[in-house]
């Protein structure tokens, strides 16, 4: 196994166990024998040492809308600096960016970038947010967590999207350090979790309860409705009774349009009407900000006062229109509205740009 010694460095959450380095970062808890590597490809027992492999490593740069991560109540309307790495601890076969979080290819990792590196373009740029996205930031956490505390220093916000597949272990130090999350539910059921995705339901659920009763991190919930899979109005029910009962009425919740792909390209995409259909279903049980996405829907896409039903803010896709708050609250009944909502807007809309990021010269990547 060749391992790059630039853009490897030590990791944290292991332990030596009969002649194998077990990581514990997730419920997984891979144990490597020397000179192989984990589930997620990116973590390492090199010398009977846990390194992650991917340190400063990156599959590429993009400014987002902050509205595509998906988030819609926090700092609505502004760019975030967006970018990945390589590997998963999931083995999703619906996957829709397995190019990268399936990737068993490094040299896919063209762009390198430190910490400081990362932060100064972001500011340079104008976006107010750096999102850890396209592959799950949790098995990079090493490298997250060091560029979101240099994000602090600097007044940049950081966002996780994210599986919530996290030990808590590893979970306290990981959302200490950020701002936001994005927590794909994938489905409600352990049979659905066991079998697309070769993980089990019950630690997610406990991330998501962690998020909510222990931190300050403010998050939201992406549930992708498969045909067939994780559809059924019984499981929606379901999932919606157990976030309200435990998460509380206001996290939002946006039900996405499945689209075939990787290893599940015989499901048909989701139909626009069982979207509509799981969101209304989240409004009767009680859930306040239910969304539909990857799909053209203004209307359900879109934010409402849960008290007066006012237009708070009016969504096309990622850009906004109508925009009805005062801060956190209602414009027309006063209510207050839970998120991260600032005096006016972004305006940076639905463009996605790519960024290139160079290193200084002799920048450190440790």
């Excluded at 509205?67 to 700092?75: A, D």
């Excluded at 850890?132 to 950081?158: L, M, Q, S």
């Amino acid at each position: 196994m060749e391992i790059d010694p630039t853009t490897s460095a030590s990791a944290r959450w292991w332990h030596r166990e009969n002649g194998k380095v077990v990581c514990t970062l997730c419920p997984r808890e891979c144990h490597i024998p020397q000179g192989q590597r984990g589930f997620c490809f990116v973590r390492a027992n090199v010398g009977d040492q846990l390194v992650l492999t991917t340190y400063g490593r990156s599959s590429g740069f993009c400014i987002d809308p902050i509205e595509k991560k998906p988030l819609n109540h926090f700092l609505p309307g502004t760019p975030v600096l967006s970018f990945g790495t390589a590997g998963c601890n999931l083995g999703c076969k619906f996957c829709q960016n397995w190019d990268i979080s399936k990737s068993r290819e490094m040299d896919r990792l063209g762009a390198q970038a430190g910490p400081e590196a990362i932060i100064e373009a972001a500011k340079h740029s104008g976006c107010r947010s750096v999102a850890f996205t396209y592959n799950d930031p949790v098995i990079w956490a090493e490298y997250a967590i060091d560029i979101a505390k240099a994000a602090r220093r600097e007044g940049v916000k950081t966002v996780a999207v994210t599986a919530g597949y996290i030990s808590p272990e590893a979970r306290e130090e990981f959302y200490q350090w950020i701002d936001a999350a994005n927590v794909d539910l994938k489905a409600f059921t352990d049979t659905f979790y066991r079998k697309l995705t070769q993980t089990h339901l019950q630690p997610v659920l406990d991330t998501l309860r962690y998020l909510k009763h222990e931190t300050g991190v403010w998050f939201e919930i992406t549930y992708l409705v498969i045909p067939s899979e994780n559809d059924s109005p019984d499981e929606i029910d379901r999932m919606c009774g157990w976030v309200v009962e435990n998460l509380g009425p206001d996290v939002p919740v946006h039900f996405t349009a499945f689209h075939p792909d990787f290893k599940m390209i015989d499901h048909p995409p989701t139909a626009h009407e069982t979207l509509v259909r799981a969101r209304q279903q989240a409004l009767d049980a009680g859930i306040r900000y239910a969304y539909v996405g990857n799909v053209n829907d203004k209307e359900r896409q879109s934010t409402y006062c849960p008290g007066c039903e006012h237009l708070l803010i009016e969504r096309d896709w990622h850009e906004l229109g109508q925009y009805n708050l005062n801060g956190n609250w209602c414009a027309g009944c006063g209510q207050l509205i839970p998120g991260v909502f600032e005096a006016s807007p972004g305006h940076w809309g639905r463009r996605r740009q790519p960024v290139r990021i160079i290193e200084s010269p002799g920048a450190s990547l440790s």
